[in-house]
């Protein structure tokens, strides 16, 4: 007997028209913390049946390890939208993104004293064509995924959006949170509930953004 595919539903189709317009819009899937901010929906689980639902029916893949490991599989051609075109990742050509250790203040962030050591990816394997790399110490984001351990891929660039998530420079530490300007202070805020977050004046010469997180990577232990 044949098995009939049940339609989506009215908001399983709005999750993934705006999982669509994401990637169209920034080359960058949400995470499901910014599915949840975006519907008002208060539970990730409610969230990652949504899309579960959507795996199933064929119109989402996803990369559980990756915290925007999110594609939406387009139906004409079958290929996951945020996935850039297949030759990209078969091209040969390397970009070296190297990855930072302690980064002092007042120092050129890429200078070559910096560098832990140099990772090499496939061009086409992140959303932009610069990047630097940092390793994560502690569990302020997991909540969106970013685990103690991992390495984040981050744009060089000394302005970010509201609610971005960063790599800032505070002192002589840099440290991966969401970016929340509030008049004259800066609120730079982890993904964990049983964390607060760091307050910083806007005039302080001991904050800069480093840069605007686009990638997550972790290893299988």
Same mark, same amino acid.
């Given at each position: 007997?044949? $098995? *009939?595919?049940?339609?989506? /539903? ?20 949400? $995470? #499901? ?10 539970? /990730? ?26 594609? *939406? ?17 078969v091209d040969n050509e390397l970009v070296r993104i190297p990855l ?17 050591? $140099? ?8 959303? #932009? ?32 959006? $509201?609610?971005? /998530? ?8 840099? /440290? #991966? ?23 910083? =004046? =806007? ?12 990638? #997550?990577?972790? =290893?299988?232990?």
């Amino acid at each position: 007997m044949e $098995t *009939v595919q049940r339609p989506m /539903t009215h908001r399983q189709r709005q999750v993934l028209d705006f999982i669509r317009d994401k990637v169209s819009d920034s080359h960058c899937p949400p $995470t #499901v913390r910014e599915i949840c901010d975006h519907f008002d929906i208060r539970s /990730t689980n409610g969230v990652r049946v949504i899309l579960e639902a959507l795996e199933k029916k064929g119109h989402l893949k996803r990369s559980p390890r990756l915290s925007r490991g999110l594609s *939406v599989v387009e139906p004409e051609s079958g290929t996951p939208a945020s996935l850039p075109p297949r030759r990209e990742f078969v091209d040969n050509e390397l970009v070296r993104i190297p990855l930072l250790g302690r980064v002092a203040a007042g120092q050129p962030l890429l200078a070559e004293e910096h560098w832990e050591e $140099t990772l090499s990816l496939p061009k086409g394997m992140l959303p #932009v064509s610069q990047a630097f790399a940092l390793r994560v110490t502690g569990e302020s984001m997991r909540e969106i995924g970013i685990m103690d351990g991992d390495i984040v891929f981050a744009h060089p660039q000394s302005e970010a959006q $509201t609610g971005e /998530t960063v790599v800032a420079l505070v002192g002589d530490e840099a /440290t #991966v949170k969401d970016y929340y300007p509030e008049r004259h202070r800066i609120r730079l805020q982890p993904r964990n509930e049983a964390m607060e977050p760091i307050w910083i =004046s =806007s005039r302080s010469p001991d904050f800069r953004i480093l840069g605007k997180v686009v990638g #997550v990577f972790r =290893s299988i232990r």
